[in-house]
């Protein structure tokens, strides 16, 4: 007892001394204002010196912006905003007291510079549009590429030498000409052909994707199809910089259909796609089966494969070398093997046609292999930030294009990972068969996280642009990866290279096995229930602010970044306004009205495209074609019948209907479409909704809405504005 006592007492003794306190339930103290805004202050501060990281940020949505606008801005006030706000954060920098004015200053500055570039990339590239309806024209021209296929079948890219009733200054640089299968030129071939041109399409629907845009900023100016065969010609020789892009193609195209021929087209066009970027082969179920279960970025020459090929070459470099006594000890391996991906990079943009994607993922490469031999770290925040000015630099309408804004987030959101996932600490006498399990689970954890966090940065990207959801897309990527990484493009890589010496077939063999793997992964969750969403696009502006909310998150620190976690969601989660009640084809042709949650299409086999569009950006379903019988459809036009869900007539004949005709569709109508021109209005047309040529050729494609008051239309053309791609300005 009195040990026992002695003991409790020491111990008490102790507790006061401070080697145990008493057990203390008060609440801590709310900090006060003043603590509250000391440290948002040191916050704030902090992050003002990673100011770099938000320039390309700030450029982006610049040049997004000059994109956007409704009217084409003048050197002088985008020169004057750029420089003047440059001027204003030098003197800032040397004279104000307060950093963060500073640094607010530096990013608008860049913000001008985005939108000057956007300004001067467009008059550089400026060419001449076709004008006009479509007509049947002779073209002689080059064949400078066979680019992707779509729905009517292989498509050229065309460099028009002469084109029938057009002079020379008013021929475009390039034009797009979809051919038959069985008709399909290699590039370099010189050919005259006739065709169905036109200028290139205005959007599918109201503030839908501007192809018109992006084939002005390509030098398409022409778009149609080959009527008849594609014949060769006997043209002068084209410019040297023609004749060397023709040669690089032509290469191109010969190595495609090589792979094609040693793997055959199940598995050899998709090989050729990810070896070349020629798509020409690859069937619509396979392109289905991919974009539902969410691996479709697979089949587009990115970074994913820019990363692969770089990779495998800086690891066996450095492998090699240190598997060499001697090279190991004389030669900077990390360096060398630095050099070797750059050259793999290098020669795979070559080999890829170098698109879009493709360049900017060769930038990021190169800037991270930059690194390495500059004795800086290749994967980093700044590095990217580096990287992605130097792609805006060069191409400013990369910001407005739905490839760069998912590439530049999920890289952001993964480097942002890579420098928060926490470091194990490695065991120095573990069995191999210990560090054989935890190797494997941090790389299934690693695998996850990734694509968790790829998912979610691209998410927002992909309702709005796409309206498509890939519901098993992170358990079909996590199946794929080590395919794709470890035997698809590895092997790919060695089998073109090889293939020219003829010793590439049994590694492209290796290859086609893993393409056949992953198709059998894509058949399979794209089969399952609900394997793919459709989701309404929001409204445009909760785009930029999942944008920014990402951003925050990605390249904040401190607790400030949460704020950007409501901002990330707002594509998700912003209430979707109504859908229209009809939808009419730019043109005139056809047209959609809308039953409940799904879209009844009056010419199911017209204009199938854009309907398609227009339907999936409204969150609708298209409805069996048997829905179509509400309306009665002769060769010529649809008329509603009683049970139509909207009253709407529909005449596409160019000509347009006489007077008696217009006069019956009216009557029977409350909304009459007209391809063709209107005649003097019957006396049944007084009070309907006619819209005609005139109309459509001033506004585009129509969105209607029933209100309590009558009918709101909405029309495409004044959305766009007038900007030099949209035919409305001068050029």
């Known amino acids: 007892m009195a040990r026992t006592a002695t003991l409790g007492k020491s111990l008490g003794d102790k507790a006061g001394g401070g080697w145990a306190a008493r057990l203390s339930t008060r609440l801590r103290a709310r900090p006060s204002p003043a603590e509250i805004r000391a440290r948002l202050a040191a916050e704030i501060g902090a992050n003002g010196e990673r100011w770099m990281l938000w320039s390309p940020v700030a450029f982006g949505l610049g040049a997004a912006g000059y994109l956007e606008l ?102 475009p640089k390039r034009v797009r000409v979809t051919v038959e299968p069985d008709a399909v030129p290699a590039p370099g071939q010189a050919v005259r052909l006739w065709a169905m041109l036109g200028p290139p399409p205005p959007p599918a629907s109201p503030g839908a994707y501007d192809f018109a845009r992006d084939a002005w900023f390509h030098g398409v100016g022409g778009v149609g199809f080959a009527v008849g065969a594609v014949r060769p010609a ?23 259909s090589r792979i094609v021929d040693d793997l055959g087209v199940a598995q050899g066009g998709i090989a050729a796609a990810m070896v070349t970027g020629h798509e020409a082969w690859i069937t619509q179920d396979q392109t289905d089966a991919m974009r539902a279960s969410g691996l479709a970025h697979i089949l587009s020459i990115s970074g994913l494969h820019m990363a692969i090929v770089g990779g495998f070459l800086f690891g066996l470099v450095r492998l090699l070398i240190a598997a060499w006594p ?47 031999l500059f004795d800086r770290q290749a994967i980093s925040l700044h590095g990217l930030a580096v990287a992605a000015l130097i792609i805006l630099l060069v191409q400013p309408e990369s910001a407005g294009a739905p ?23 490695r065991e120095i006498s573990a069995p191999w068969w210990i560090r054989a399990i935890q190797g494997s689970l941090s790389w299934l954890a690693v695998s996850i996280g990734a694509s968790f966090v790829a998912g979610l940065a691209t998410g927002p990207f992909a309702m709005q642009h796409f309206n498509r959801v890939a519901v098993w897309g992170l358990p079909a990527n996590l199946a794929v990866a080590p395919l794709s990484s470890f035997v698809i493009m590895p092997f790919l890589a060695v ?8 010793l590439g077939r049994p590694f492209l063999a290796v290859a086609g096995w893993g393409i056949s793997a992953m198709m059998w992964i894509a058949d399979g969750f794209a089969s399952a229930g609900g394997a793919q969403r459709v989701v309404a696009s929001g409204p445009p502006f909760t785009l930029a602010l999942a944008f920014v909310g990402l951003m925050l998150l990605c390249l904040w620190r401190g607790r400030l970044r949460w704020l950007g976690a409501p901002l990330a969601l ?89 007077l008696e005709t217009l006069d019956r569709m009216c009557a029977g109508a409350e909304i009459v479409v007209l391809r063709g021109p209107a005649p003097d209005l019957p006396a049944n047309c007084r009070d309907r909704i006619v819209l005609d040529a005139a109309d459509f050729a001033a506004g585009g494609a129509a969105e209607l809405y029933r209100r309590r008051d009558g009918w709101w239309i909405v029309w495409a053309q004044p959305l766009r504005g007038a900007r030099p791609w949209t035919g409305v300005s001068g050029r």
Do not use: H
């Not at 409704?70 to 003047?84: F, H, N, R």
């Not at 607010?104 to 076709?130: D, H, N, W, Y």
């Not at 530049?408 to 926490?422: C, G, I, M, Q, S």
């Open 70 to 171: 409704k009217a084409e801005p003048s050197w002088a006030l985008l020169a004057g905003l750029a420089a003047g706000l440059g001027i204003l954060a030098a003197l800032a920098g040397r004279r104000s007291a307060r950093p963060g004015l500073t640094v607010l200053l530096i990013l608008a500055s860049f913000l001008a510079a985005g939108a000057l570039a956007g300004k001067l990339r467009s008059t550089l590239v400026a060419a001449p549009i076709l004008a006009g309806d479509r007509a049947v024209m002779t073209v002689e021209g080059f064949v400078v590429d066979v680019v992707s296929p779509g729905a009517g079948g292989p498509r050229l890219l065309i460099a028009p030498v002469a084109v029938s009733g057009l002079a020379p200054e008013d021929t």
């Open 570 to 658: 707002a594509v998700a989660l912003w209430p979707r306004p109504p859908a229209p009640d009809v939808w009419i084809a730019p043109d005139g042709t056809t047209a959609a009205v809308r039953q409940g949650g799904a879209a009844v299409l009056l010419r199911p086999d017209a204009r199938r495209f854009g309907a398609e569009l227009w339907s999936r950006r409204r969150g609708l379903a298209i409805a069996p074609a048997a829905e179509a019988a509400a309306y009665a459809c002769d060769r010529r036009s649809c008329a509603p019948t009683p049970a139509a869900p909207v009253a709407l007539a529909l005449s596409w004949s160019k000509a347009g209907p006489d």
């Open 234 to 256: 006997r043209l002068d020789p084209p410019p040297a910089r023609l004749r060397l892009a023709m040669a690089v193609n032509a290469f191109r195209w010969r190595l495609a």
């Open 403 to 425: 490839g760069f804004q998912m590439s530049f987030a999920a890289t952001a959101a993964l480097v942002a990972l890579a420098e928060a996932w926490p470091r194990p600490v």
């Open 326 to 372: 001697w090279a190991a000890l004389r030669v900077p391996g990390k360096k060398l093997a630095a050099v070797a991906g750059l050259l793999a990079i290098g020669t795979y943009l070559v080999i890829s046609g170098a698109p879009p994607p493709a360049l900017r993922a060769a930038i990021t490469a190169t800037v991270a292999f930059a690194a390495i």
């Open 495 to 502: 089998g073109a290279t090889l293939e020219g010496v003829g």
